[in-house]
């Protein structure tokens, strides 16, 4: 399992940064993404929801929140 912090970046950062994971990654794999910027925390979930990427979300103290992306 992987995992990406982008806590420290703002928007499209982090959605840059997943989708450049996921041209890479090759299935079975996992990802734990953590974001804390406003937009990200909405875009990334809708684009995963978008493609049909199966993900779970956990949100973290500190107004962070963290993705675990499933690639079958």
Request: proline share 10%; hydrophobic share 45%.
């Amino acid at each position: 399992m992987t995992t990406l912090d982008c806590r420290d970046l703002s928007c499209p950062m982090p959605l840059i940064n997943l989708r450049q994971w996921l041209a890479k990654a090759h299935p079975p794999a996992q990802l734990t993404l953590l974001v804390s910027d406003l937009g990200s925390k909405q875009d990334i979930p809708r684009y995963l929801m978008k493609h049909g990427i199966p993900f779970e979300r956990e949100e973290l103290p500190r107004a962070a929140l963290s993705l675990v992306i499933f690639l079958a």
